[in-house]
């Protein structure tokens, strides 16, 4: 028992040493480093791709500090299919505060699609706007941008549900824009399937309510999903949107709900 409260004590203090440690980090890149960048790399593809490299790095880092400190432990199936990923949707799904986190630290190259108060934030605008991300401002024109960047052979992160999920269910609704991007670029959607246990980070839940064992986080990297099958046999876009958000959300619910390749079985 005493031996079990240490662990938990130590996990606590992690758990906020981590998040402290991405904040003064984010300040101290976002307000050395990328200004920087922006001086002395003047030709904007470079810079993108810098700041890009430089966001995935520091993800990388931030994973495998909160791994060194005992918070979480991580394991992925299917890397390979994104070594060279070029032109595809990348779809994952939502369960946990860190999944943009673990995303981007396995894509050196991603683009990503950030909200206006990560756009407008002090302490962030730098780094999203030095790699460039599609700003979402609510607009239909979000679209046509993430569609000509997935044309133009950039793959695109997306989380088609919005939001985090709560601790009581494994899947949102997914919102049609993931689908209406796809539609108007016609590009292959990958799936990435994202599995948290013991559930933790979830929405609304506060980062001192930590698990009573360190947490495994789970990524499986699916094959690429028949968009233009779809696009095809479709009579207008809007159609083949919701052909595609079914595809999608009914994929992420066999997985979720189905059993797990062995080697995402939790410790």
């Not at 931030?62 to 060279?84: A, C, P, Q, S």
């Not at 088609?160 to 609704?173: H, K, Q, V, W």
């Not at 292959?188 to 994202?194: D, E, F, K």
């Not at 690429?224 to 958000?245: G, H, M, T």
């Amino acid at each position: 028992m005493l031996l079990q409260r240490l662990d938990y004590l130590r996990r606590l203090i992690g758990t906020g040493l981590s998040f402290v440690l991405f904040g003064i980090g984010g300040v101290a890149i976002g307000v050395l480093v990328f200004p920087a960048i922006r001086i002395l790399c003047r030709d904007n593809v470079l810079r993108r791709e810098r700041a890009r490299w430089l966001i995935h790095k520091s993800f990388a880092l931030h994973l495998g500090t909160m791994k060194f400190l005992g918070v979480l432990d991580y394991r992925i199936v299917g890397l390979e299919r994104l070594r060279n990923s070029h032109g595809e949707l990348i779809v994952a799904n939502h369960p946990t505060l860190v999944d943009v986190v673990f995303l981007i630290s396995q894509l050196p190259h991603a683009d990503c699609i950030v909200k206006a108060r990560l756009w407008n934030n002090p302490f962030t605008r730098g780094p999203v706007r030095a790699a460039d991300y599609v700003l979402n401002d609510g607009t239909p024109n979000v679209v046509d941008v993430c569609a000509e960047r997935l044309k133009g052979g950039a793959s695109l992160v997306i989380f088609p549900e919005g939001t985090r999920t709560t601790r009581d269910s494994s899947l949102n609704e997914f919102q049609r824009g993931a689908a209406n991007i796809a539609a108007r670029a016609g590009v292959p959607c990958r799936p990435i399937v994202i599995r948290c246990v013991p559930s933790t980070l979830t929405k609304n839940e506060k980062w001192y309510h930590i698990p009573a064992r360190r947490f495994l986080l789970t990524m499986e990297v699916g094959e690429v999903l028949p968009v233009k099958e779809l696009l095809a046999r479709a009579a207008n876009s809007s159609i083949a949107a919701r052909r595609i958000n079914d595809m999608l959300h009914t994929y992420f619910s066999d997985r979720l709900a189905g059993a797990r390749p062995a080697l995402l079985q939790a410790p």
